[in-house]
C-alpha cells in the first residue's frame, strides 16, 4: 500500500520507537511499543511494561521450547511409546515457586510506582478537566498558589479532521496535517496549554457520561464520571505537544473528542496565562457554539494554536 | 461392558420421535438439547462474526467509509453480546449437556424438561435483543458493559435488559441441571476425582454461573429503573454513584470470564493426553487448579476498573490478587506440556486446535499477568492493547477449545468420520488469520489507539490493515468449518468406529457411533483402568 521508501521510514520509526521511546512525541506509523514519556512518572509504566514483557517473552521461550521438542521427540510416527507417568513432585513444586518469585519482583516494581501516582500533593498548579460528549473543558484553578480567575475554555476536535471525518467524505485523512505531522483526529482548536517542570495536578470529572482523559506521553489515564473528582499529577520535563484521546466510551463520537496538551516553558507559560486573564475578551465563535459551555468560558489568544 | 447396557430391551422410548416438531422443539433428550444447543451457537458465532466483519471493515484504513459512528458502535456492543451470551456460553452447554451424561455413565441429564426450557429460552432472547437493529432508535451502542449514564441514553435498553434476564435464567437453569446431574447421576463407582477434567470443569463453573447471573441480574435491573422509574442507583445528582455499577458489573464480569475459559481447560484436557497417549499429567493438580483459578476470580473484579480512580489499597490488593491466578494458570500449563512430554503423539484436527489452544491462550494469559500490573494498566487500560488480550483468551482460547471438541467428539455424535484433509486446512487457516488478525492489536494498543473508536489517526494505519485482512481472512475460514461439519453429519461416507480415537479413554468411547438415542439405561460397570482418570494416586 505504500512505496519502497515510505515503509522504510515507517520501519526506522518503528525502530527508533522501540529503542528511544522518548524520540517521538506522538503515535507513529509502526510503532511497537510504549512509549517511555515525557514527565518525571512516565518511565515506570514503561519500565513495567518492558521487564513484563521481557519476563513474558522469557518464559514463551522455555514454555513454547519444551512443547515442540516434545512435539518433535514424541510422535508417534517416529516410533515413540508413550510412558505412564503422571507425577513429578520436585517439578511441580519448583514451577509453582518460581512464577510466585518473579511475581513478587514485579508487585514490588507496581507497587513503587503505583504509590509515587497516588501522591498528588505539593502541586503547584491546578487544571480542571471535564469531560461532555464531545469535548473537554480545561479550567486553570490555581497556579504557583494563587488562585486563577476566568481562564477556562472548551477543547474540540479541530475543524479539518471534523470534515474529513465526516461519512464517506471524500477528505483524505493523510492530508490532515500540522508542520508535517499528520494530525488528523489527534488534533484540537484550543490545546492546554501548560507550564513544564511544574507539578500540575488534574482534578478530572464529567459532566454527562464517563470519559477518560489519556495522553499516552503522560503515562497515564483517569477517568472522567459526572458526580465524581478524580486527581491525577504530572511533571512534564519536556516542551512539545503532547496529543491523546477519549479512552472511555462515550457514545457516537466518541473516537472524535482528542486531547492535545502543549508545553512551554514556564516564562511562555506565565505570560500566556497573564493574556488569558485579561478581562472583556469578547466571547469568540467557537465557545458560543457550545450549549454546555458556561457563560464565563473564554477562549485562549490566537498565539496559543500550536505552531 | 457400559456396550451392552445399551442394548437392553426397554419398552417404550426407543428411538427419536420421527415427528420434526416433536424431536426438537419438545425434546427431554440430552443428546438432541446438546444439538439444538451447538447448532445455536454455531449460528450466533456465524451473526457475531458478521458484526465483526463490520468493525473490521470499517477499520479497515482511516477516514469514515461505510458506517455511522453510532452503527459501529451498535455492532462492537452486539458483537460482544452476541459472542459472548450466545455463541460461547450455549457452546459450552451444548457440550456439557450431549458429554457429561456420556461421561458420568447417566441416561440423561438430572433435569430434562428444564434442560428442554433453558435452551428454547435463548432463540428468543437473542431475536429479542437482535430485533432492535430494526427498530427506530437502533440497537444497544453503550458496550457489551452497559456502562451507566451511558447506557441509560439508549432507547433499547429495556430490550436488551429483558434480553439478558432471560439469557440468565436460561445459564441459571443449565448450570442447576449440570450440578444436579453430576452430584447424582454418576454412574456407581465413578467416583468424583475419577471423573473426566472436563466434568470437574463443568461442575465448577456451574457454581459460579449460579454465583454471577443473579449479580448481573440485578445490575441490569437498577438500570431499568434508574431509566423508567425514578431510582437514582448509578445518578449522582440522586445520591447514586455511577461507579458502583462497574463494582456490580465486573463482580458478574470477572468470573463470567472464567464461566468462558474454564470447561475449555477441561476440553483441552481431555484432548491432549487421548492423542499423546498418555494420562493427563497431575489430575488432581488439574482440578485444584481450576477450583482456586474459579475462588480468585470472585475477589479480582476491581482490575477492570483501574482507571477510575480507585483509592491506593483497593488498586494494590486487587493487583496482587490478580497476580496470584497466574500461579495456578500456569500449573495447567506446565501440566499440559507434560503430559505431552513422553507421549505417542499423532496430529488430527482436534490436537491441533488443542496444541494451538495451549500456545495461544497463554499468550493471552502474558498480556493478562502485564495487565494486571496497575502503573503499565494505567497505559494499556482501554487500548487496542486490551482488545488483543480478550481476544487471545477467547478466540484462541475458547472458541479454539470448542472446535477442537467438536472435532473430537463429532464422530461419536454422528457416526461418521469427518474430512481430516479439510480439516486440517481449517485448522491452518484458523491459526495464521487468527494471529494477523489480533497480534497487530497488541502494537496498536501499546501505541495508544483507543478501542471502540470507529475511525483513527494515520499513524494507526498499517496494523489496522493487517489486521482487518487477518480478520476477513479468519472469518472466511469458518466457512470451512461450516462445510466440514455439515458433510459429515449428512454426506461422510467413512463410519466411526466406537473408539474414535486410538488412545481415547472414558465411558464416552464405550458406546456405539454415533452414540445411540438412548445410552445407559443401566448404569455401566466401572473398570478403573478404562477410565482416563481411574487411578488417581497423589
Same mark, same amino acid.
Given at each position: 500500500?505504500?512505496?519502497g521508501? /515510505?515503509?522504510?521510514? &515507517?520501519?526506522a520509526?518503528?525502530?527508533?520507537? $522501540? *529503542?528511544?521511546?522518548?524520540?517521538?512525541?506522538?503515535?507513529?506509523?509502526?510503532?511497537?511499543?510504549?512509549?517511555?514519556?515525557v514527565?518525571e512518572?512516565?518511565?515506570?509504566?514503561?519500565?513495567?511494561?518492558n521487564v513484563?514483557?521481557?519476563?513474558?517473552v522469557?518464559?514463551? /521461550?522455555?514454555?513454547?521450547?519444551?512443547?515442540?521438542?516434545?512435539? *518433535?521427540?514424541?510422535?508417534?510416527?517416529?516410533?515413540a511409546?508413550?510412558e505412564?507417568?503422571t507425577?513429578?513432585?520436585m517439578?511441580e513444586i519448583?514451577?509453582?515457586? /518460581?512464577?510466585? $518469585?518473579?511475581? /513478587?519482583v514485579? &508487585?514490588y516494581?507496581?507497587?513503587?510506582?503505583?504509590?509515587?501516582?497516588?501522591?498528588?500533593?505539593?502541586?503547584?498548579?491546578?487544571?480542571?478537566v471535564?469531560?461532555?460528549?464531545?469535548?473537554?473543558?480545561?479550567?486553570?484553578?490555581d497556579?504557583?498558589?494563587?488562585?486563577?480567575?476566568?481562564?477556562g *475554555?472548551?477543547?474540540?476536535?479541530?475543524? $479539518?479532521?471534523?470534515?474529513?471525518?465526516?461519512?464517506?467524505?471524500?477528505?483524505?485523512?493523510?492530508?490532515?496535517?500540522e508542520?508535517?505531522?499528520?494530525t488528523?483526529l489527534?488534533?484540537?482548536?484550543?490545546?492546554?496549554?501548560?507550564?513544564?517542570?511544574?507539578?500540575?495536578?488534574?482534578v478530572?470529572?464529567?459532566?454527562?457520561?464517563?470519559?477518560?482523559?489519556?495522553v499516552?506521553?503522560?503515562?497515564?489515564?483517569?477517568?472522567?464520571?459526572?458526580g465524581?473528582?478524580?486527581?491525577a499529577?504530572?511533571?512534564?520535563?519536556e516542551?512539545g505537544?503532547?496529543?491523546?484521546?477519549?479512552?472511555?466510551?462515550?457514545?457516537?463520537?466518541?473516537?472524535?473528542?482528542?486531547?492535545v496538551?502543549?508545553?512551554?516553558?514556564?516564562a511562555e507559560?506565565?505570560?500566556?496565562?497573564?493574556?488569558?486573564?485579561?478581562?472583556?475578551?469578547?466571547?469568540?465563535?467557537?465557545?458560543?457554539?457550545? &450549549?454546555?459551555?458556561?457563560?464565563?468560558?473564554?477562549?485562549?489568544?490566537?498565539?496559543?494554536?500550536?505552531? | 461392558?457400559?456396550?451392552?447396557?445399551t442394548?437392553?430391551?426397554?419398552?417404550?422410548h426407543?428411538?427419536a420421535?420421527?415427528n420434526f +416438531?416433536?424431536?426438537?422443539?419438545?425434546?427431554?433428550?440430552?443428546?438432541?438439547i446438546?444439538?439444538?444447543?451447538?447448532?445455536?451457537?454455531?449460528?450466533?458465532?456465524f451473526?457475531?462474526g458478521?458484526?465483526?466483519?463490520?468493525?473490521?471493515?470499517e477499520?479497515?484504513?482511516?477516514g469514515?467509509?461505510?458506517?455511522?459512528p453510532?452503527f459501529?458502535n451498535?455492532?462492537?456492543?452486539?458483537?460482544?453480546?452476541?459472542?459472548? +451470551?450466545g455463541?460461547v456460553?450455549?457452546?459450552?452447554v451444548?457440550l456439557g449437556?450431549?458429554?457429561?451424561?456420556?461421561m458420568?455413565?447417566?441416561?440423561?441429564?438430572? =433435569?430434562?424438561?428444564?434442560?428442554n426450557?433453558?435452551f428454547w429460552?435463548?432463540?428468543?432472547?437473542?431475536?429479542?435483543?437482535?430485533?432492535?437493529?430494526f427498530l427506530?432508535?437502533?440497537?444497544?451502542?453503550?458496550?457489551?458493559?452497559?456502562?451507566?449514564?451511558?447506557a441509560?441514553?439508549?432507547?433499547?435498553?429495556?430490550?436488551v435488559?429483558?434480553a439478558?434476564?432471560?439469557?440468565?435464567?436460561?445459564?441459571?437453569m443449565g448450570?442447576?441441571?449440570?450440578?444436579?446431574?453430576?452430584?447424582?447421576?454418576?454412574?456407581?463407582?465413578?467416583?468424583?476425582?475419577?471423573?473426566?477434567?472436563?466434568?470437574?470443569?463443568?461442575?465448577?463453573?456451574?457454581?459460579?454461573?449460579?454465583?454471577?447471573?443473579?449479580?448481573l441480574?440485578?445490575?441490569?435491573?437498577?438500570?431499568?429503573t434508574?431509566?423508567? +422509574?425514578?431510582?437514582?442507583f448509578f445518578?449522582?445528582?440522586?445520591?447514586?454513584?455511577?461507579? =458502583?455499577?462497574?463494582?456490580?458489573f465486573w463482580?458478574?464480569?470477572?468470573p463470567?470470564?472464567y464461566?468462558?475459559i474454564l470447561?475449555?481447560?477441561?476440553?483441552v484436557?481431555?484432548i491432549?493426553?487421548?492423542f499423546?497417549?498418555?494420562?493427563?499429567?497431575?489430575?488432581?493438580?488439574?482440578?485444584?487448579?481450576?477450583?482456586s483459578?474459579?475462588?480468585?476470580?470472585?475477589?479480582?473484579?476491581?482490575?477492570?476498573m483501574?482507571?477510575v480512580?480507585l483509592?491506593?489499597?483497593a488498586?494494590?490488593?486487587?493487583?496482587?490478587?490478580?497476580?496470584?491466578?497466574?500461579?495456578?494458570?500456569g500449573?495447567?500449563?506446565?501440566?499440559?506440556?507434560?503430559t505431552?512430554?513422553?507421549?505417542?503423539?499423532? +496430529?488430527?484436527?482436534p490436537?491441533?486446535f488443542a496444541?494451538?489452544?495451549?500456545?495461544?491462550?497463554t499468550?493471552?494469559?502474558?498480556?493478562?499477568?502485564m495487565?494486571?500490573?496497575?502503573?503499565?494498566?494505567?497505559?494499556?487500560?482501554?487500548?487496542?492493547?486490551?482488545?488483543?488480550h480478550?481476544?487471545?483468551?477467547?478466540?484462541?482460547?475458547?472458541?479454539f477449545?470448542?472446535i477442537?471438541?467438536?472435532?473430537y467428539?463429532?464422530?461419536k455424535w454422528?457416526?461418521h468420520m469427518?474430512s481430516?484433509?479439510?480439516?486440517?486446512?481449517?485448522?491452518?487457516?484458523?491459526?495464521?488469520?487468527?494471529?494477523?488478525?489480533?497480534?497487530?492489536?497488541h502494537?496498536?494498543?501499546?501505541?495508544g489507539?483507543?478501542?471502540?473508536?470507529p475511525?483513527?489517526?494515520?499513524a494507526f494505519?498499517?496494523?489496522?490493515?493487517?489486521?482487518?485482512?487477518?480478520?476477513f481472512?479468519?472469518?472466511?475460514?469458518q466457512?470451512i468449518?461450516?462445510?466440514?461439519?455439515?458433510?459429515?453429519v449428512?454426506?461422510?461416507?467413512?463410519?466411526?468406529?466406537?473408539?474414535v480415537?486410538?488412545?481415547?479413554?472414558?465411558?464416552?468411547?464405550?458406546v456405539?457411533?454415533?452414540?445411540?438415542?438412548?445410552?445407559f439405561?443401566v448404569?455401566?460397570?466401572?473398570?478403573d483402568e478404562?477410565?482416563?482418570?481411574?487411578?488417581?494416586?497423589d
Open positions: 500500500m505504500t512505496s521508501g /515510505i515503509r522504510i521510514k &515507517a520501519w520509526a518503528a525502530v527508533c520507537a $522501540l *529503542f528511544a521511546g522518548a524520540a517521538w512525541a506522538n503515535p507513529r506509523p509502526g510503532q511497537l511499543n510504549m512509549t517511555r514519556g514527565t512518572w512516565s518511565y515506570r509504566p514503561y519500565l513495567l511494561n513484563a514483557l521481557g519476563v513474558c522469557a518464559i514463551g /521461550i522455555l514454555v513454547f521450547g519444551a512443547m515442540f521438542i516434545a512435539m *518433535f521427540r514424541f510422535r508417534k510416527s517416529r516410533g511409546v508413550a505412564k507417568w507425577h513429578n513432585t517439578l519448583v514451577w509453582t515457586t /518460581i512464577p510466585v $518469585l518473579i511475581l /513478587i514485579l &508487585a516494581m507496581a507497587t513503587g510506582g503505583l504509590t509515587t501516582f497516588a501522591d498528588t500533593t505539593g502541586a503547584q498548579m491546578t487544571v480542571k471535564t469531560g461532555y460528549q464531545w469535548k473537554w473543558r480545561y479550567d486553570y484553578v497556579y504557583q498558589g494563587k488562585p486563577v480567575e476566568h481562564v *475554555f472548551m477543547s474540540r476536535l479541530d475543524a $479539518l479532521s471534523d470534515e474529513t471525518r465526516e461519512l464517506r467524505s471524500g477528505l483524505d485523512p493523510k492530508a490532515v496535517q508542520n508535517g505531522e499528520n488528523y489527534l488534533n484540537v482548536d484550543h490545546p492546554l496549554v501548560v507550564p513544564v517542570g511544574v507539578k500540575i495536578r488534574f478530572i470529572t464529567a459532566g454527562d457520561v464517563i470519559h477518560s482523559w489519556w499516552p506521553q503522560l503515562g497515564w489515564k483517569m477517568d472522567a464520571i459526572p465524581i473528582v478524580n486527581a499529577w504530572t511533571n512534564i520535563k516542551p505537544v503532547y496529543r491523546g484521546q477519549c479512552a472511555e466510551l462515550c457514545g457516537q463520537d466518541h473516537g472524535f473528542m482528542p486531547i496538551v502543549k508545553a512551554v516553558p514556564k507559560f506565565e505570560q500566556w496565562l497573564a493574556a488569558q486573564q485579561k478581562p472583556a475578551a469578547a466571547p469568540a465563535p467557537a465557545a458560543a457554539g457550545s &450549549a454546555a459551555a458556561p457563560a464565563t468560558a473564554q477562549v485562549p489568544a490566537a498565539p496559543a494554536h500550536q505552531g | 461392558m457400559a456396550h451392552a447396557a442394548h437392553d430391551h426397554h419398552d417404550g426407543h428411538g420421535p420421527s +416438531f416433536v424431536r426438537w422443539c419438545m425434546s427431554t433428550n440430552h443428546k438432541d446438546g444439538t439444538l444447543y451447538l447448532v445455536f451457537s454455531l449460528l450466533m458465532f451473526i457475531g458478521s458484526f465483526a466483519m463490520v468493525i473490521r471493515a477499520l479497515f484504513k482511516p469514515m467509509q461505510l458506517v455511522q453510532y459501529f451498535e455492532m462492537t456492543t452486539l458483537h460482544a453480546l452476541v459472542m459472548i +451470551f455463541a456460553m450455549p457452546a459450552f451444548g449437556n450431549w458429554m457429561i451424561p456420556l458420568i455413565g447417566a441416561p440423561d441429564m438430572a =433435569l430434562p424438561r428444564m434442560n426450557l433453558s429460552i435463548l432463540p428468543f432472547a437473542f431475536a429479542l435483543m437482535l430485533s432492535t437493529l427506530p432508535g437502533g440497537g444497544p451502542a453503550g458496550g457489551w458493559t452497559m456502562y451507566p449514564p451511558l441509560l441514553q439508549t432507547d433499547s435498553l429495556a430490550y435488559v429483558f439478558v434476564h432471560l439469557m440468565g435464567i436460561s445459564s441459571i448450570a442447576i441441571n449440570i450440578i444436579a446431574t453430576i452430584l447424582n447421576m454418576r454412574a456407581p463407582g465413578m467416583d468424583l476425582l475419577k471423573m473426566p477434567v472436563f466434568v470437574w470443569s463443568w461442575l465448577i463453573t456451574a457454581f459460579l454461573l449460579i454465583a454471577v447471573m443473579p449479580v441480574a440485578g445490575a441490569v435491573t437498577m438500570l431499568l434508574d431509566k423508567y +422509574f425514578g431510582t437514582s445518578n449522582a445528582a440522586g445520591g447514586g454513584d455511577p461507579v =458502583l455499577y462497574q463494582h456490580i463482580f458478574f464480569g470477572h463470567e470470564v464461566i468462558m470447561p475449555a481447560f477441561g476440553l484436557s481431555e491432549i493426553p487421548t499423546a497417549r498418555k494420562p493427563i499429567f497431575g489430575y488432581k493438580a488439574m482440578v485444584f487448579a481450576i477450583a483459578i474459579a475462588f480468585l476470580s470472585f475477589i479480582v473484579w476491581a482490575h477492570h483501574f482507571a480512580g483509592p491506593l489499597g488498586e494494590i490488593f486487587f493487583m496482587y490478587a490478580t497476580m496470584l491466578i497466574a500461579v495456578p494458570t500449573v495447567k500449563v506446565f501440566n499440559w506440556v507434560s505431552m512430554w513422553g507421549g505417542s503423539m499423532t +496430529f488430527e484436527t490436537m491441533l496444541i494451538a489452544f495451549v500456545i495461544l491462550f499468550i493471552g494469559g502474558f498480556s493478562g499477568l495487565l494486571a500490573l496497575v502503573p503499565a494498566d494505567f497505559q494499556y487500560h482501554d487500548s487496542y492493547f486490551v482488545v488483543a480478550f481476544h487471545y483468551v477467547l478466540v484462541t482460547g475458547a472458541v477449545a470448542i477442537a471438541a467438536t472435532y467428539w463429532l464422530p454422528t457416526g469427518y481430516e484433509f479439510w480439516g486440517k486446512v481449517h485448522f491452518w487457516n484458523s491459526v495464521i488469520w487468527v494471529n494477523v488478525l489480533f497480534f497487530p492489536q502494537f496498536l494498543g501499546l501505541a489507539m483507543p478501542r471502540r473508536i475511525d483513527y489517526n494515520v494505519a498499517n496494523f489496522n490493515m493487517i489486521s482487518s485482512i487477518g480478520g481472512l479468519f472469518g472466511a475460514s466457512l468449518f461450516l462445510g466440514v461439519v455439515i458433510h459429515c449428512f454426506f461422510s461416507k467413512k463410519k466411526a468406529a466406537d473408539r480415537w486410538e488412545g481415547a479413554k472414558g465411558l464416552e468411547w464405550t456405539p457411533s454415533p452414540a445411540p438415542f438412548h445410552t439405561e448404569p455401566p460397570v466401572i473398570h478404562e477410565l482416563a482418570h481411574g487411578h488417581v494416586e
